[in-house]
């Protein structure tokens, strides 16, 4: 009975095993994933080290932000029309001569602060063009029941890199200099192109009437989102995690006057849900199977909010560190089923947008996040500013699971959308 419960719970490896195309991309989006971490850690050092000032690292920092939220919803538009195999190339060859250039500038004897704004701001279009094609390209390389374990992989690959991929970098520029951080994400970078070449040709199905203006077509995929009852309910669940994405905010307050802690125990709060989503995904076998993954998904989301307001009452750190690893838990749970459905209610003609969107909004739901909760945190003790947002955001996931009948019912193997009746006259 053990080795039962064991085999169904452990993570399902096939697409990785029987998906060459698939295990290509999975490991050229690894690389990816390593070199954002490692720019994330070299471009902020350097610039401190060149300027000394925070303002400066604020700007770039932002700069690389805002030019990857825009490299998504390019790359939509463009995954939707253009081959998607070609796509990845390209981008993926953009950001590895950005590597280049960004190493070539840290080797100078005083490197120019105006290329690192400009190329940290390019790699962020190619990264933002490259996740988003390969998203839309995943459907086609696993088969439709391989979907959330496809997802699965991918969330574990994301929670891994964004653990081990900024010490790696920390490491490479505290023993050997930034430049040689920059030059090793570009070698790996580089070298994913062999990989990526392997590929089948990936063309999307234009549809029937594919709209020639790229803000069109962007209008033309929020139009889908907010027509298509799962989808739409998927998005709309998704601002909530938006919302919450903010907590790390509060964790430093709450940690020295809740928990009586310190840097240690900051660093425990913010290592905790990474680690439970760790966890989820590694034991995720079950999900591809579940016969009502909406559902599924709806209770994850209320029990991962509630833990986060039950996260604002505890006193102790060993308890909070439990509760976050809990609430990092359920949500690596929603995201994996979030993902399989996604992936398999939108058709091939939208893939590339609706991906984009979504992966925009997962990017750009901490930012958002962390305004609300810096602004809560002026008028409510950090504990008291928790209970808050869990609370409200888990009623608010429960209203949605009572009337947002089409999600709590969705499959993974959804029906065709029926066709809308036509106008009168």
Known sequence: MLRRLAR???????????????RN????????????????????????????????????????????????????????????????????????????LLALNAFLPSPWLPAIYVLAAWDGLAT??????????????????????????????????SMASPALGGVVVSAFG????YAAAAAGTIGTLALLTGLPSLRPDLGDDKPANPLKAVADGFRFVASHRVVGSLMLLGLLFMVAGGIP?????????????GATTVGLLFAAPACGAVLASVTSGWAGTVRAPGMALLVASVTGFAALGCLGLARHPALAVAI????????????????????????????????????????????????????????????????????VSAVLA????????????????????????????
Do not use: C
């Open 178 to 181: 930034v430049g040689w951080n």
């Open 128 to 161: 933002g063009v490259s996740v988003t094609a390969l998203l839309a390209a995943t459907p086609a390389l696993v088969a439709p029941d391989k979907l959330v374990a496809a997802g699965a992989l991918n969330a574990l690959t994301v929670r891994l890199g």
């Open 249 to 261: 905010v509060l964790m430093p307050a709450f940690a020295t006057r809740s928990l009586d802690g």
């Open 324 to 391: 976050l690893f809990a609430y990092g838990f359920a949500q690596s749970i929603e995201e994996i089923l979030r993902y399989g459905l996604i992936q398999s209610h939108t058709p091939d003609s939208h893939l590339g947008r609706v991906n984009a969107l979504w992966a925009a909004q997962e990017t750009g739901g901490g930012a958002v996040g962390a305004l609300g909760a810096g602004a809560l945190g002026r008028y409510l003790a950090p504990g008291a500013a928790i209970v808050v947002y869990g609370t």
């Open 398 to 425: 429960l209203a949605l699971a009572l009337t947002l009948t089409g999600l709590r019912t969705a499959t993974l193997r959804p029906e065709p959308e029926p066709e809308p009746a036509p106008e009168p006259g």
């Open 25 to 100: 991309v999975f490991i050229a989006r690894t690389v990816s994933v390593f070199g954002i971490g490692m720019l994330a850690v070299g471009v902020p050092v350097q610039v401190y080290g060149l300027t000394g000032s925070t303002v400066h690292v604020g700007a770039v920092s932002a700069a690389e932000g805002f030019a990857l939220l825009a490299g998504f919803l390019w790359g939509g538009v463009l995954a939707d029309r253009y081959d998607r195999r070609r796509l990845m190339l390209h981008a993926r060859t953009a950001a590895g001569i950005g590597f280049v």
């Open 8 to 22: 169904r719970l452990a993570m399902d490896v096939g697409p990785l095993r029987d998906s060459r195309p698939f």
